[in-house]
């Protein structure tokens, strides 16, 4: 199989999902005897993965190679994906409303309503056309894109076998419940419903207890501050804004959690809902958008919650041996299935078209 099969990705980074799938789809490749690379503009790329890929204007477009992007923003990477002559493979991965952003951080906004708004465009100059999960080919569908094939989001189990991170691991040291939030620090995800849910269940139901949130403050900065100003005007202990989640500390967190949390208001997937199953803790998350395809009947959902409300639900997960039972027992099937899942033969097959034979 002599054809090139390249990547071309709008940022780079550890622990960032649609790099992970992007370096297993690569390394898919590669055992099938074809050259295959990721290209990323270096400013967007981390220092730990800067010899994993090579620099985006160092791609060399060829009318006979097939090219992948892995749209979720707009960025220079989709403009040299639009023009290449490569046959075209788009994986869309969802865009967040940009109006989560407003009052934020008005520059993503407008990125991200004009990567929104272009989606049909760049979706009609395709060869094939991919979806992460079931709710975003019904994105693609809703907008006329009838083609659009779903390859599930890939899961890095590999990544997760990492032992203890000893500096992590000390912050448990103290005997609290501990519920865990794990993801970017973003708008669409409401962490202000956890800390809410938090407040009422800390000060109300068990002083014996920590909220623990993982995931970058750069994201949103100016929505990072407002949490941190919500934490300190309610006056409340035990809430740690971790940032970013090293690959060896990720682990750790899962370890440590009672329940993870997932007060979400828009996603495409949320990988971390089944990342916390892999780890046996039981997850509670707002049914929205591919939340409930990611759980796939695994552990419990609600709709409708306020602040007090939730945090009686939480304390429920805690104290009701039964529910966590039953939750566990679901969560267990779920990652049954993601790990059964047999990707190699999907990929071929979603690849066979667009290969020489």
């Not at 207890?209 to 409340?236: F, Q, T």
Request: glycine fraction near 8%.
């Amino acid at each position: 199989m002599t054809v090139r099969i390249d990547q071309i990705l709008a940022g780079y980074a550890d622990g960032d999902a649609i790099s992970h799938e992007a370096t297993e789809l690569c390394r898919h490749f590669r055992a099938w005897g074809v050259e295959s690379n990721l290209y990323v503009d270096p400013a967007r790329v981390s220092e730990s993965l800067r010899d994993a890929c090579c620099p985006l204007d160092a791609y060399v477009d060829d009318p006979e190679a097939i090219l992948f992007h892995h749209y979720s923003v707009g960025s220079p990477a989709l403009e040299s994906f639009e023009s290449a002559r490569a046959r075209k493979v788009l994986i869309y991965h969802n865009i967040t409303p940009g109006d989560y952003y407003r009052g934020y951080d008005e520059e993503l906004k407008t990125r991200l309503d004009h990567a929104r708004a272009h989606l049909p465009t760049v979706a009609g100059k395709v060869d094939a056309l991919w979806a992460d999960s079931e709710f975003n080919a019904g994105e693609l569908k809703a907008l006329g894109l009838d083609q659009v094939v779903v390859f599930p989001l890939l899961f890095p189990e590999a990544a997760l076998k990492h032992p203890d991170d000893p500096w992590v691991a000390r912050r448990f040291a103290a005997k609290l419940t501990t519920f865990l939030y794990v993801g970017r620090v973003a708008p669409n995800k409401r962490i202000e419903d956890l800390i809410e849910a938090f407040n009422y269940y800390n000060k109300r139901l068990n002083p014996y207890s920590r909220l623990v949130i993982v995931g970058s403050e750069r994201s949103c900065p100016k929505y990072y501050s407002m949490l941190s100003m919500l934490v300190a005007d309610l006056d409340l202990p035990n809430v740690g804004f971790e940032g970013f989640g090293s690959p060896g500390g990720l682990p750790t967190y899962y370890r440590h959690a009672d329940v993870f949390l997932m007060a979400s208001d828009h996603e495409g997937y949320c990988l971390p809902l089944v990342e916390a199953m892999y780890f046996g803790v039981p997850v509670l998350a707002r049914s929205r958008g591919g939340i409930p395809e990611a759980m796939g009947g695994g552990g419990l959902r609600y709709e409708a919650l306020d602040g007090p409300e939730l945090a009686v639900l939480m304390d429920r997960v805690v104290r009701d041996p039964a529910l966590r039972s039953q939750m566990i027992a679901s969560q267990k099937t779920r990652i049954e299935q993601v790990l059964n899942r047999d990707v190699d033969h999907e990929l071929r097959t979603l690849m066979k078209p667009l290969l020489p034979s």
